[in-house]
């Protein structure tokens, strides 16, 4: 987290977040091992699969599937990435893929809220929008994804 302040180890609610306030997770290194097992079970694709495969697409090598992507943008935002309190909860969003994730990568989410709405119907919940780059080593962005995630509020004083 480069700002704010948890509450306590239950993390960030709506009421400790504000538009502007970011966050980065830690990282994670890809290998080819780990984009073949992913796409062996989820994205069977050639390009996925196999390296000399992939050297005749427009990836011109192996690369992780965009969904092998997303799930460890996932594991990084929960990890620390977006310390909310409930948990990293969506409600939509959307998603794109610029550049291939390739093995040797090494993974970090940067994420900036861009919008903190409290629900008018559910006093005790609102809405955050969240926009989050997966970028590898080089500061090369892999993926976008802007999400509205539910995050409690702060309970009110006992009393």
Same mark, same amino acid.
Do not use: C, Y
């Given at each position: 987290?480069? &700002?704010?302040?948890?509450?306590?180890?239950?993390?960030l609610?709506? &009421?400790?977040?504000?538009?502007?306030q970011?966050? %980065?997770?830690?990282?994670?290194? $890809?290998? %080819?091992?780990?984009i073949?097992?992913?796409?062996?079970?989820?994205?069977?694709? /050639?390009f996925h699969?196999? &390296?000399e495969a992939a050297?005749h697409?427009?990836f011109?090598?192996l690369?992780?599937? =965009? @969904?092998?992507?997303?799930?460890?943008?996932?594991k990084? $935002?929960?990890g620390g990435?977006?310390p909310?309190? =409930?948990g990293? $909860?969506g409600?939509g969003g %959307? $998603?794109? @893929?610029?550049?291939?994730t390739?093995p040797? &990568?090494v993974?970090?989410?940067?994420s900036? +809220?861009?919008? +903190?709405t409290p629900?008018r119907?559910?006093?005790?919940?609102?809405? +955050?929008?969240?926009?989050? %780059?997966t /970028?590898?080593?080089?500061?090369? +962005?892999?993926?976008?994804l802007?999400? /509205?995630?539910?995050?409690?509020?702060?309970?009110?004083p006992?009393?």
């Open positions: 987290m480069a &700002d704010g302040h948890a509450n306590g180890d239950e993390g609610t709506l &009421d400790d977040l504000h538009v502007g970011r966050f %980065e997770s830690g990282t994670h290194a $890809i290998d %080819e091992a780990q073949v097992a992913f796409a062996s079970q989820f994205d069977p694709q /050639r699969l196999d &390296d050297r697409t427009l011109g090598g690369a992780a599937s =965009g @969904w092998h992507t997303a799930a460890i943008t996932m990084l $935002i929960v990435g977006a909310f309190a =409930g990293v $909860i409600a %959307e $998603i794109a @893929w610029p550049r291939p390739q040797g &990568d993974l970090q989410v940067f900036e +809220v861009l919008e +903190v629900s119907s559910k006093p005790e919940r609102g809405a +955050v929008t969240l926009m989050s %780059e /970028r590898n080593q080089h500061g090369n +962005v892999l993926q976008t802007k999400a /509205r995630l539910i995050v409690p509020r702060r309970p009110p006992a009393g």
